[in-house]
């Protein structure tokens, strides 16, 4: 069952803009990652934040968690083309026994 | 060069036809999972596996099926009775403690002829 939803679900912005992608689950978690797609590609971790924390910094990546309305934000500053992909939330959800549930993902790209 | 290798990058199956797809990891992981994605769409998971010679089913395991008889593979058969099989496929590991993260293969695309 799919317990990430993704808004939007694409989003199409200039070099150098940021881009804020948003993530809505529907039960308690213990942690929210945010993974990278590149098309025809594995997925790749970027971030995870934990149930008891409301914002983690990477790099040129933000994410913050708000628990009490179940949901997630990921901000990439300053884009580049090179951030084209699929960006997708990821919960592990208590009592999933090691299970994480993704959602449909966002569509980044990114136009020089 | 350690990771995760998923064979064939490309498989075609024929109608009434099983057809076996290859994960391999060298990160010395214990858990190894099995996803299905489909054109615009998240992950849906198989099947997966915590440790050796034991698995559980997915929210989609029907017409699947899988074996962890080393701790190095996880390989994932898509057989006859799954009339829908035409896909990408994902499998990824994790290191039973001290990690959530979990790390995937390049893929391997399903056609069905």
């Known amino acids: 069952s799919q317990q990430g939803e993704e808004d939007p679900q694409a989003l199409s912005i200039q070099e150098g803009e940021n881009a804020t992608m948003n993530c809505s689950y529907k039960?308690?978690?213990?942690?929210l990652q945010w993974y990278r797609q590149n098309s025809g590609r594995g997925l790749v971790h970027l971030i995870l934040?934990?149930?008891?924390?409301r914002e983690k910094h990477s790099g040129r990546l933000r994410v913050t968690l708000d628990t009490s309305k179940k949901s997630s934000s990921l901000l990439i500053t300053a884009s580049r083309a090179a951030d084209t992909a699929s960006y997708f939330c990821a919960t592990d959800d208590k009592g999933s026994n090691y299970k994480l549930t993704f959602g449909k993902g966002t569509l980044l790209t990114v136009n020089p | 060069d350690g990771g995760i290798t998923q064979s064939p990058k490309y498989l075609f199956r024929k109608e009434g036809q099983n057809v076996t797809l290859s994960c391999e990891q060298n990160l010395n992981h214990d858990a190894m999972y099995w996803y299905r994605q489909d054109p615009g769409q998240g992950l849906r998971l198989i099947y997966y596996s915590q440790i050796v010679n034991d698995f559980q089913k997915g929210d989609i395991a029907e017409g699947y099926s899988v074996s962890r008889e080393k701790k190095e593979s996880f390989p994932l058969t898509v057989t006859s009775a799954q009339k829908n099989p035409t896909a990408f496929y994902l499998c990824?590991?994790?290191?039973?403690?001290?990690?959530?993260?979990?790390?995937f293969g390049p893929g391997t695309r399903l056609l069905v002829l």
């Open positions: 039960t308690s978690i213990n942690n």
């Open positions: 990824a590991s994790k290191a039973q403690a001290g990690t959530e993260t979990q790390y």
């Open positions: 934040i934990r149930s008891n924390e």
